[in-house]
């Protein structure tokens, strides 16, 4: 048995079937980081933290003639999302059900892409994680919906990169709203397929973000170290509904800020 004691459940392997396969198309819909940053894993359960492959030395030393320093890490976050189904609504799914109602499934997994995007983008102090939004080496500029002002803007964060010696391919993670400005027109031309020209990348969306934020996807400049994907495990149950839950760990790390420019985006025109 494992942690997740899926075994125990009074789940039929056709439900279990059905419930992972619904939050495999939530969470890929997403969790937009995965797509532009280097991912490690996963790795198990076991693995805790990630080594920075640096020393912290105290000043003072404890030890006369000894010399001595504490290797630094990244300990990972281990997250748990409850949720609830109705058991005879999944028996339903071996009845033929296709309907199944798995909305308390859709918010929990929600939930918990959530807090992988907003600790990539934007940190996570309480697990010592510096986002994109800390980490950027450059001063942020201010976007707004105006097809001419995204294109200057975005072009300006390109030259930035580049004139650090930050090659691409690059990639633009925006928000909702501003991924429905680019849905709109530059000289007669698709805007987003133009910034995408620029990029030579894609244009990545995210629910749980109000920045933009553009990152070379070349590798090597970031890290998103897995323990335990993803998953859904089993809590409890009584005879009407059953506890589940998803759980994962995992620590990120910016190894080049140079890669990453942060943008605000500004509604108005």
Same mark, same amino acid.
């Given at each position: 048995m494992d942690i997740l004691k899926r075994e125990l459940a009074p789940i039929t392997a056709e439900a279990w079937a059905y419930i992972d396969e619904e939050a495999r198309q939530i969470l890929s819909q997403v969790l937009s980081a995965r797509r532009v940053v280097d991912v490690d894993g996963p790795r198990g359960w076991e693995h805790s933290a990630m080594a920075l492959g640096r020393l912290s030395v105290p000043d003072k030393q404890p030890f006369e003639g000894v010399n001595m320093g504490v290797r630094r890490v990244l300990p990972l976050v281990e997250a748990r999302v409850p949720f609830e189904l109705d058991i005879w609504e999944l028996d339903n799914i071996v009845r033929g059900a296709r309907d199944i109602d798995v909305d308390s %499934?859709?918010? *929990?997994?929600?939930?918990?892409? =959530?807090?992988?995007?907003?600790?990539? #983008?934007?940190?996570?102090? @309480?697990?010592?994680?510096?986002?994109?939004?800390?980490?950027?080496?450059?001063?942020?500029?201010?976007?707004?919906?105006?097809?001419?002002?995204?294109?200057?803007?975005?072009?300006?964060?390109?030259?930035?990169?580049?004139?650090?010696?930050?090659?691409?391919?690059?990639?633009?993670?925006?928000?909702?709203? %501003?991924?429905? *400005?680019?849905?709109?027109?530059? =000289?007669?031309?698709?805007?987003?397929? #133009?910034?995408?020209?620029? @990029?030579?990348?894609?244009?990545?969306?995210?629910?749980?973000?109000?920045?933009a934020f553009l990152i070379s996807t070349r590798g090597g400049d970031t890290s998103l170290s897995i323990g335990q994907d993803m998953s859904i495990g089993y809590g409890s149950s009584n005879k009407e509904k059953v506890k589940l839950f998803f759980t994962e760990s995992f620590t990120f790390h910016v190894l080049e800020p140079r890669a990453i420019h942060c943008f605000n985006w500004s509604q108005g025109g």
């Amino acid at each position: 048995m494992d942690i997740l004691k899926r075994e125990l459940a009074p789940i039929t392997a056709e439900a279990w079937a059905y419930i992972d396969e619904e939050a495999r198309q939530i969470l890929s819909q997403v969790l937009s980081a995965r797509r532009v940053v280097d991912v490690d894993g996963p790795r198990g359960w076991e693995h805790s933290a990630m080594a920075l492959g640096r020393l912290s030395v105290p000043d003072k030393q404890p030890f006369e003639g000894v010399n001595m320093g504490v290797r630094r890490v990244l300990p990972l976050v281990e997250a748990r999302v409850p949720f609830e189904l109705d058991i005879w609504e999944l028996d339903n799914i071996v009845r033929g059900a296709r309907d199944i109602d798995v909305d308390s %499934l859709e918010k *929990a997994a929600h939930d918990i892409a =959530r807090l992988e995007e907003r600790a990539v #983008y934007y940190g996570l102090s @309480l697990a010592q994680i510096k986002g994109f939004m800390d980490a950027s080496g450059y001063e942020v500029l201010t976007m707004n919906s105006q097809p001419e002002d995204i294109v200057e803007k975005v072009t300006m964060g390109l030259t930035r990169l580049v004139s650090q010696g930050v090659q691409g391919p690059y990639a633009l993670v925006v928000s909702p709203g %501003l991924w429905i *400005a680019l849905s709109g027109l530059i =000289r007669g031309f698709p805007l987003n397929k #133009y910034v995408e020209s620029l @990029l030579g990348g894609p244009i990545v969306v995210s629910p749980f973000i109000e920045n933009a934020f553009l990152i070379s996807t070349r590798g090597g400049d970031t890290s998103l170290s897995i323990g335990q994907d993803m998953s859904i495990g089993y809590g409890s149950s009584n005879k009407e509904k059953v506890k589940l839950f998803f759980t994962e760990s995992f620590t990120f790390h910016v190894l080049e800020p140079r890669a990453i420019h942060c943008f605000n985006w500004s509604q108005g025109g």
